[in-house]
């Protein structure tokens, strides 16, 4: 392989470098100041000063490989203003932006700010104003990314700061508390139309919250209580006590000389107190 230039218009071509190998070389890349390419089947990188009277090539990179797929090309950060330095051509200094170099204020602030605005520090680096809700080095941190949970919408007040709309069923400052969390005793919670918590509640219980329990204290003087077909509290009552809750004291026969049950009909399941 070998290098060459020419003058624009095709002329005065000169050999700068010939390689001492026949492998194939690929992906040339100019910068101000060296030529670089590859060496494709080795996968080489090598290294040749453009202004060095020597011209002695220097391999910067290789990898001990076979395989085609680790061929990469080769580029340069080379500007335009670098690239017609000394050139007097007026269809290249055309490509300049403004026909002039950039300000340094514009390529360093250009795109780096991404919610504020950017300014030049003492040491030439940008440097970012953010708006308000926003923060980070390039104020690319949103104070409000993730911060409301389960659907909350998130804003910020008067005085910069967070702020929750929570949607149905949750509260919290960060919407993260269900209006359900243990709000029903004995059954399953469910938001009302309303926007608060109803609950519908397990056989032997009621109340808004379905803590009172059917059989609490219904069956008196030690009878067991439990729930009759109908789901209504029924007692069986203990020896010489009788009456729908075992209130009446009768020592197993009342004044007529007849039993009194002890237990109620219809009587299904257990239910404890």
């Known amino acids: 392989m070998s290098i060459e230039s020419a003058n624009f218009n095709g002329k005065n071509q000169t050999t700068i470098y010939v390689a001492k190998t026949t492998s194939h070389a690929s992906s040339l890349a100019v910068s101000k100041d060296y030529f670089y390419w590859q060496i494709y089947n080795e996968v080489e990188t090598w290294q040749l000063p453009k202004n060095s009277s020597e011209h002695v090539a220097r391999k910067l ?11 990469h090309r080769v580029a340069t950060n080379y500007t335009i203003q670098e690239q017609i330095e000394g050139i007097q051509c007026e269809a290249l200094q055309k490509l300049i932006p403004n026909n002039s170099k950039l300000e340094p204020t514009a390529s360093v602030c250009q795109n780096y700010c991404l919610e504020g605005n950017c300014s030049v520090n003492a040491e030439g680096g940008p440097t970012c ?8 080095e390039r104020c690319e941190v949103n104070a409000c990314h993730d911060y409301c949970l389960h659907g909350g919408v998130c804003s910020l007040n008067e ?25 029903c005793v004995q059954g399953n919670c469910s938001v009302g139309a309303d926007g608060l918590p109803k609950c519908s509640c397990t056989t032997g219980y009621s109340g808004e919250r379905c803590e009172e329990n059917a059989c609490h ?6 009878g067991v209580c439990s729930l009759n ?16 809750r075992c209130e009446v004291f009768a020592n197993k026969e009342n004044s007529c000389g007849q039993r009194l049950p002890s237990v109620l009909p219809k009587q299904r399941r257990l239910f404890p107190e």
């Open 159 to 183: 005085e910069n700061k967070r702020v929750c709309q929570c949607t149905a069923g949750y509260d919290g400052e960060r919407c993260d508390i269900s209006i359900c969390n243990e709000y």
């Open 129 to 136: 104003s953010c708006k308000a809700g926003y923060s980070g």
């Open 61 to 71: 990179y290789s990898t001990p490989s076979l395989s085609d797929y680790d061929y």
């Open 229 to 244: 077909e109908e789901d209504e509290p029924a007692c069986q009552c203990t020896a010489g006590y009788g009456g729908r």
């Open 217 to 222: 204290k219904h069956c008196l003087n030690g």
